[in-house]
């Protein structure tokens, strides 16, 4: 295994600077049991460990439902540990509980719902819009793209590879229409969307503001649909998030050009501009910049982070369905914070470098990690085969830097 062997080197086990109890997202209670007895809300419920005595060997942390564990790990330093015992069943969680209610998520452009499983884990569920073989048309604007599940999946196990885990887990799955979604929704405004085809399949629209019509209606084969499911964050009730404008934003307008695209010295001021003149902000955005280079992906006009730990931690890799559109070209301009700044943390670059050599070669560890999914095959071989070529001209403009 490739991926085992990339996971093994050592520039994938540098230590993380040690967790205190400031450092972390939750401060939980030993004492307190998990239970799902009590309400029939659809917020998880604690009961003190005075009510029910636990199993011999076994603390109150046992009780806890992997999607409530995964948020409780979450720290300063990252989202999930790189040997994090929780990750295949959590994917497993995602991929198989039962859905117990469906509804369209509000806000955003394109169709999205928010799947509960029974134990109160909820998921974000993408659907399938483009099959694998399809690019996207060479005259679309990039911000009137599909958004593919199965980049977000690619996605997140790309993320992982990189050794950034900064994108919840997110696992494909086969949904039926009927069944996990029209016959269990009490979101009136999505059940009025369903409709038969004329071929015979169950489709359905939503609300939104980009293809949400019957012209670009989600039709099951016949109710069966792929999609991704990703784990969502904590409530930002418990645990608030700060939403951050990229400075290397596009002008989202058809004819206009942002800032950086016209003056070739923008990382001079952005550098002298709270919060990228100090700690790793900068860097870490870069880190952001050369993933969705890898992808594809020129959507990115926001980021988050947990405001608990104010700017000195992680950026969030939210939102990541427009990678993966296409694999005959490549887009310099997502490389512009890198070529303008040149600037690049030694071990991301280290990494990068690792992911060139033969024997952990960046097509074949994903390749290796898609394959677990539910969905397999994820991405189709020339999206494969353009990551290596895009992560060849990473490490040229990182070489032009260096040469500088």
């Known amino acids: 295994s490739k991926l085992a062997a990339l996971f093994e080197h050592p520039l994938y086990n540098i230590p993380v600077p040690e967790v205190t109890e400031k450092d972390k997202l939750f401060i939980i209670n030993p004492m307190e049991k998990f239970s799902l007895h009590s309400s ?6 604690s009961s003190s460990k005075a009510e029910t005595l636990l199993p011999t060997g076994k603390t109150a942390y046992d009780t806890y439902p992997t999607w409530l564990k995964f948020h409780i790990g979450i720290n300063r330093y990252e989202l999930y540990p790189r040997r994090d015992p929780l990750l295949p069943t959590l994917l497993r969680d995602l991929a198989t509980q039962r859905i117990v209610s469906s509804v369209q998520k509000s806000g955003g452009t394109q169709l999205k719902l928010i799947m509960t499983f029974p134990n109160y884990g909820q998921a974000l ?58 016959d269990i929704t009490t979101d009136k ?37 792929e999609g991704s499911m990703a784990a969502l964050l904590p409530d930002k009730t418990l645990a608030k998030r700060r939403s951050w404008r990229s400075p ?35 860097l870490d955005l870069i880190d952001m910049t050369i993933l969705d280079f890898l992808m594809g992906n020129m959507d990115r006009h926001h980021y988050e982070t947990f405001e608990k730990f104010g700017n000195d931690t992680f950026l969030l890799h939210l939102d990541n369905g427009r990678g ?8 310099p301009s997502i490389l512009a914070p890198l070529q303008q700044c040149c600037s690049i943390k030694k071990s991301t670059y280290l990494r990068l470098q690792l992911l060139a050599t033969q024997p952990y ?13 539910p969905l397999a095959p994820v991405l189709a071989e020339p999206h494969l085969q353009a990551l290596d070529r895009r992560l060849g001209k990473v490490l040229v403009v990182v070489g032009h830097c260096l040469a500088r």
């Open 40 to 45: 029939r809300s659809d917020e998880w419920v």
């Open 125 to 182: 569920f993408k659907p399938m819009k483009q099959t694998r073989d399809q690019e996207t048309p060479i005259d679309f604007f990039y911000f009137s793209d599909f958004e593919r599940h199965n980049a977000e999946i690619s996605a997140f196990h790309l993320d992982r590879i990189l050794d950034f885990r900064r994108i919840p887990p997110v696992s494909g799955r086969l949904v039926n229409i009927t069944k996990e979604i029209r």
């Open 189 to 225: 405004k999505l059940a009025k969307t369903f409709f038969i085809s004329p071929a015979g399949n169950v489709c359905f629209y939503g609300e939104c503001s980009y293809y949400c019509s019957t012209e670009h209606a989600l039709c099951g084969k016949p109710d069966r649909l």
């Open 248 to 282: 290397w934003r596009r002008s989202y307008h058809k004819s206009k050009k942002a800032e950086w695209e016209l003056n070739p010295n923008y990382c001079a001021q952005v550098r002298e501009t709270p919060p990228y003149n100090r700690g790793r902000r900068l």
């Open 324 to 331: 993966f559109g296409t694999h005959s070209r490549d887009e």
């Open 361 to 373: 070669r960046l097509s074949d560890v994903l390749r290796e990690a898609l394959a677990t999914d």
